[in-house]
């Protein structure tokens, strides 16, 4: 194996170059037993570099290159990650901040307890009030949360105060929740998109998974639809966390508001 890795590698390419290399990883902090989960090893690593997994797992590049290294992959030194330890300026939206603007979240025993924190993190993004910050307070930094949230409008910041706490503030600068961004226009069309597919349609129902499956099960189901065919999806609600997702695979989508209790997607390709 002639496999060359540097810091900007994603962990899914690692997987798939040497069977020996989840173990590995593995080795290298317990925050990464979660790559255990086939659906969740699927959906993390493939947008998860090693500069960003060791922010994650509070370690280093370097760490993960000796680990690999006696695997037979070839390790790239020239593109340095990023330098947790760098100061960065403190964003406009935290200075003056008034103590009661902030919204804190701690989801660190919830992690502890092998559990998903993002849709009690989804709820909390609901309620933001104008000028409100959340203030989310973890064992790691939450790199695949920031990049979706930032997505969405959303201004983030971390601090990190040891290596088991950080902070991570998100602020929506033009003050419309990421989730009412997503709803506008979102059912456009959905009676001729309906229609269109009529014949072609894959149904899924997840609304009795716990978080994270309800993602997880889209995307499997995504990843084996056939072509020219549509994925109907029975849902709770918006999921928020997906949409990205779907952008990123070139998926275009309709959504349709049953009630406050159940939501309908149209998923297929352009």
């Not at 935290?94 to 989801?107: G, H, T």
């Not at 959340?134 to 695949?144: A, G, W």
Request: hydrophobic letters at 40%.
């Amino acid at each position: 194996m002639n496999t060359t890795i540097n810091s900007d590698t994603k962990i899914a390419d690692i997987l798939r170059s040497h069977p020996d290399a989840l173990e590995a990883i593995i080795s290298i902090s317990p925050k990464f037993n979660k790559l255990r989960n086939p659906l969740l090893r699927r959906l993390m690593a493939s947008r998860t570099s090693i500069s960003m997994a060791s922010k994650i797992g509070g370690c280093s590049a370097n760490d993960f290159f000796d680990k690999l290294q006696p695997l037979g992959f070839i390790i790239d030194r020239t593109i340095a990650a990023d330098d947790m330890s760098a100061p960065s300026t403190v964003p406009e939206f935290l200075i003056n901040i008034s103590a009661d603007d902030i919204v804190e979240l701690d989801v660190r025993e919830i992690l502890e307890s092998g559990k998903d924190p993002f849709n009690l993190i989804l709820e909390h993004i609901k309620r933001l009030k104008a000028k409100q910050v959340l203030k989310l307070i973890n064992s790691f930094e939450p790199i695949p949360l920031i990049q979706l949230l930032e997505k969405k409008g959303y201004k983030t910041y971390s601090e990190v105060v040891n290596a088991d706490l950080v902070f991570t503030y998100f602020f929506n600068s033009e003050q419309i929740p990421a989730y009412e961004q997503e709803r506008l226009g979102s059912d456009e069309d959905w009676d001729g998109i309906s229609d269109r597919f009529k014949d072609k349609i894959v149904t899924i129902d997840v609304r009795a998974l716990e978080m994270p499956l309800p993602m997880l099960t889209i995307l499997d189901s995504l990843e084996n639809l056939p072509d020219g065919k549509a994925l109907y999806v029975y849902h709770k609600r918006i999921p928020v966390f997906l949409l990205p997702e779907l952008q990123e695979r070139k998926f275009e989508y309709r959504i349709k508001e049953i009630s406050d209790s159940e939501v309908h997607l149209l998923i297929f390709k352009p």
